[in-house]
Every structure is written in structure tokens, then in C-alpha cells.
């Protein structure tokens, strides 16, 4: 059982009762990334799949993207995890700032992040979250929501933003990796026409994918040598 703090619930974690047994959230997390009712597909190919629709079992206006990457298996599985879940502040340029607040046991923090605005005029997005990780029978999991705004206090330059929900499954499949991530967040962004919205997942799921493949094959790199 992980063992999250009342004051570090959300409304919404609250409200619909989610479990944090280790089992029950891996549960949650397989079905949530397998539900596509109602999405609709903005991008297909070999690599990359995105799916988008407006609204979640949790909030019922926001755009929840759910995305399938997939990436050579030359990285073992932990090493892969790793990267994805861990380190990813150390090579995603989308993301500007970036530190663990709080550690409260080996699979669950606190951390503070900054990613750049989905629009130039904007100004860049700040989040206050918990990170649940685990592994579970050769699977990796992810886990993220915000915590109460008044437990730690964001910088004035950022707009504060809300995740309600993150989820992520890393799993191998045959010779590659498959990871499946997918977020529903309040970006205080206004009404911003469907169309842009779309664009902006595109743009931002592609260099994603293109950002992890090539640190993947820098790190394979790095251990041939």
C-alpha cells in the first residue's frame, strides 16, 4: 500500500475515491490508458499515436491527451524506466525548471516543475505535484495529480497551473518498448480554439518522441563504448 498523505489528496482523489494500493493504481492505469470511448485520433503511424478528447471521468471540460510511443529495446527495462520517469528534466527541453521537494518514501514525492507555455505570449506554466513510481510484475508505472495549493507556494513569474490527473505505463513488447502516457491538466489558458489546442499536442507529443529517441541512442551509444 503506498501511503499518501490526507493533506496531499486532491478534490477530485477525494471526491472519486482513488485507490493508492499498488495493485488497485496499476489496475486504474492500464484500463485508463486502454479507454480511447470517445477520443479522437489526431495523429497515427508506426511510432507515435495521440488521441485527445474533451473531458474525464474526473473534470468534465478539459482536454485529456493520451499518447503510445514506441522505441527500440537497446536500454534495459529499469534503465528505460528511468529515463522516462526519472530523468526526463535532464534532457526535455520542455521542461524548465525542475526539483523534489519532498521525498516520502521510495516510490512517492513531491515535486516542484516549470514546462514552457503553450503559446509564446503565455507566461511558462508552474506545477505542484505528487509523483507516485512503482513497478509492478515487469511494468512501470506513473502516477501524477497536484496537491493543495496552499502546502507549498509557486513562484510569482509562473502562472500556476493544476495536473488533475497523469498516468504513464512503460511495458516491453516483443524487441521494443512501449510507453503509454497521458495527462489532463489545467493550463489557465482560456478559450483557446479546439484547432490550436490540437496543433499544440501535435507539436509537443512529436518532440517528445524525437527528444527521447535521441537520448536513447546517445545512452546506447555510450554503453558500446
Known sequence: MLSVPEQYLSYYEKIFRISFDKKLLAKFLETEK???KGHRKLISCDAVQVWIKWGSQFEGTLPLVKARYTFDGTLDAQEFAQLLQ???YLWDNGVL???EVSRLSPELSIVYRVVRPPLFF????????KCIRFEQEGRYYGYSSSVPGFAFPSKEQYQHCETIFSGSVLAKEGD???YYEYSQA????GN???GIVNSHV???TKAFYERISLEVKKRTHEKRN
Open 34 to 36: 486502454d479507454n480511447l
Open 86 to 88: 526519472k530523468e526526463r
Open 97 to 99: 525548471e525542475f526539483s
Open 122 to 129: 503565455m507566461r511558462a506554466k508552474d506545477f505542484i505535484e
Open 176 to 178: 521494443a518498448y512501449v
Open 186 to 189: 489545467d493550463l489557465k489558458i
Open 192 to 194: 483557446i480554439p479546439e
Open 202 to 204: 501535435l507539436a509537443t
